[in-house]
């Protein structure tokens, strides 16, 4: 399926800033682990209207593109390709989403897995067209930090449910056979922990 919106969206992209360090985007992905709680329900609904309506995609795709075009950004040789795969990895979200299913990670862990797939398959082709992430600089450092101190402030039970779920990226009923508890509560746990992280961000920063 076409996504008449992409075209605009990569124009805007031939203005993208430089890539950004691979220590930032863990990092982005780190405040966006933080967000999680306050966006859960909205960004669950704006998925289940694009499996719906795939017109409505388009909020997904506005969402995250940024994240996952920088994602793919580091890792090409030139803007032009990595506008092309970002591209790519948009249209196999699309084609996928029908069997997406809500289980409480965000939607761009998901697109980055498939950002991942579709950057290794290009590199495997032609791989003087692919670059390894740098990992000298480390502007990040300081967010990577701060997240470190907020999950270590947790519960235990809460601490393992967050790194199985978002660092492993484990699914519900894998998390929940390994600790010994239901999904249900495992999913509480989560939801718990994600509140806690939150509120411990906000009064220390």
């Known amino acids: 399926m076409e996504l008449p919106f992409l075209e605009k969206k990569l124009n805007c992209a031939r203005n993208f800033p ?7 985007i863990e990092g982005a992905f780190a405040e966006h ?3 999680a709680v ?25 969402a995250n593109f940024d994240r996952v075009y920088a994602f793919v950004a580091r890792r090409t040789a030139n803007r032009e390709l990595a506008q092309d795969l970002t591209s790519e990895v948009f249209q196999r979200a699309l084609a996928g989403l029908g069997g997406f299913k809500w289980q409480g ?28 992430p740098d990992l000298g600089a480390d502007d990040g450092a300081e967010r990577r ?9 947790l519960p235990d039970d809460q601490k393992q449910v967050i790194v199985r779920r978002f660092f492993q990226q484990r699914s519900m009923r ?32």
């Open 18 to 24: 430089a890539p950004l360090p691979h220590s930032f």
């Open 33 to 35: 682990l933080l967000k």
């Open 38 to 62: 306050a966006n859960e329900n909205d960004e669950q609904a704006r998925v289940e209207a694009a499996q719906t309506d795939p017109a409505r995609f388009e909020e997904l795709y506005e």
């Open 105 to 132: 990670m965000p939607f761009v862990a998901w697109c980055i897995g498939i950002a991942r797939n579709v950057v290794a398959q290009h590199a495997y082709r032609s791989p003087a067209e692919c670059v390894l």
């Open 145 to 153: 930090t701060m997240m470190l101190q907020a999950i270590e402030s």
């Open 174 to 205: 894998e998390i929940a056979q390994e600790l010994g508890r239901s999904e249900g509560a495992v999913k509480q746990l989560q939801l718990r922990a994600l509140r806690k992280l939150r509120d411990f961000l906000r009064s220390k920063y």
